[in-house]
């Protein structure tokens, strides 16, 4: 388990852009697959985006693909969600999750055993 803190949300106007970061402890992030989940007022947890423990394998839902990226740097236990071209419909709280295991697993958010608190992410139309 690592212990996750996001960072970098806010107010921003619909078309605009917001990198989100969530740095991480422990010496096992390296190992871990990372990932991006949001859940907006009155509806369920979703996955946005995850990212292998290499960076070599990203997935996304299909209504941020061409929008957001996912990235890491090993080196600093950071992973970035560069939000661009930010739309009404992308408001909720995002939160940074990981676990070591597949890719497709994180994507389904099966057995992560690490979340951040969120970070509040509000777009203006």
């Known amino acids: 388990q690592v212990l996750l803190v996001e960072s970098g949300g806010g107010l921003v106007q619909a078309g605009g852009s917001l990198r989100l970061s969530c740095a991480a402890s422990?010496?096992?992030?390296?190992?871990?697959?990372m990932a991006w989940f949001r859940q907006a007022p009155g509806k369920e947890r979703e996955f946005v985006a995850a990212?292998?423990?290499?960076?070599?394998?990203?997935d996304y839902r299909d209504s941020v693909k061409g929008r957001f990226t996912i990235s890491r740097d090993n080196a600093k236990n950071t992973v970035y969600l560069q939000m661009n071209s930010l739309k009404p419909e992308d408001t909720a709280v995002y939160y940074c999750?990981?676990?070591?295991?597949?890719?497709?697993?994180?994507?389904?958010?099966?057995?992560?055993?690490?979340w951040g608190q969120g970070a509040q992410v509000t777009v203006s139309s």
């Open positions: 999750a990981g676990r070591r295991g597949p890719l497709k697993v994180v994507v389904a958010g099966e057995g992560i055993d690490s």
């Open positions: 422990g010496r096992t992030f390296a190992s871990y697959t």
């Open positions: 990212i292998s423990w290499s960076g070599g394998g990203t």
